[in-house]
């Protein structure tokens, strides 16, 4: 892209998690000295402007230190009303026309430490940069540009991927690295099993 656009990072922190039969929402759950969400702040603030949280109402105001975007509701599921509630929060607040929009998943700890900039590279102009691994996407880790999300329209359940597939968009696969169970750098946490090999794999690799 030709000229520097603001990248703000949002975490994906979403709900509790139904499947991790856990008392704490899935994104507080610890991984070693952390917790997820903290480990997915601490991993992608480094590689962008800012970074905001899109949460679920259970999850608001939790840390002071960050600032926290409800999901605004209406057609929008999942992880696509927080791309669409967090972009029209920058616009209210920052009055920005243009930006890049940079997601990552809260539940998904040992994301590549340089997502951000192989996204970048990708991006077209007016579309959106979706990361894969192995062939297979990874909707959750995507750049967006503010463009992209304007053109989105409110199909009801219209997902993350469907989204993503109706703007322009490049696919960029990233490569297994030793930093994550099975060489997986999107290695998602979605079961209490999964929760364990992560933690296993933190405790032998070390708390990095």
Do not use: C
């Amino acid at each position: 892209m030709n000229r520097r656009r603001p990248v703000i990072g949002v975490v994906l922190a979403g709900g509790r998690g139904a499947r991790m039969n856990a008392e704490r929402p899935k994104p507080l759950l610890a991984l070693g000295d952390r917790s997820l969400l903290v480990r997915a702040i601490e991993r992608l603030q480094p590689q962008v402007d800012e970074i905001v949280v899109s949460v679920a109402s259970s999850l608001e105001q939790v840390d002071p230190r960050w600032t926290f975007v409800a999901d605004a509701g209406g057609s929008f599921h999942g992880p696509l009303n927080g791309v669409v509630s967090t972009a029209r929060h920058v616009e209210a607040t920052k009055g920005l026309s243009s930006f890049l929009l940079m997601t990552a998943a809260a539940d998904t700890p040992f994301f590549p430490r340089d997502v951000v900039a192989s996204l970048s590279a990708r991006v077209p102009p007016d579309g959106v940069a979706v990361a894969s691994h192995r062939t297979n996407w990874i909707p959750t880790f995507a750049l967006w540009t503010s463009e992209a999300i304007a053109q989105i329209d409110d199909a009801p359940e219209r997902s993350l991927r469907s989204a993503i597939g109706v703007v322009p968009h490049v696919v960029v696969d990233f490569p297994d690295m030793d930093d994550a169970p099975d060489g997986d750098p999107f290695f998602n946490i979605n079961t209490p099993s999964d929760i364990e090999r992560a933690r296993h794999h933190v405790a032998v690799y070390g708390n990095r």
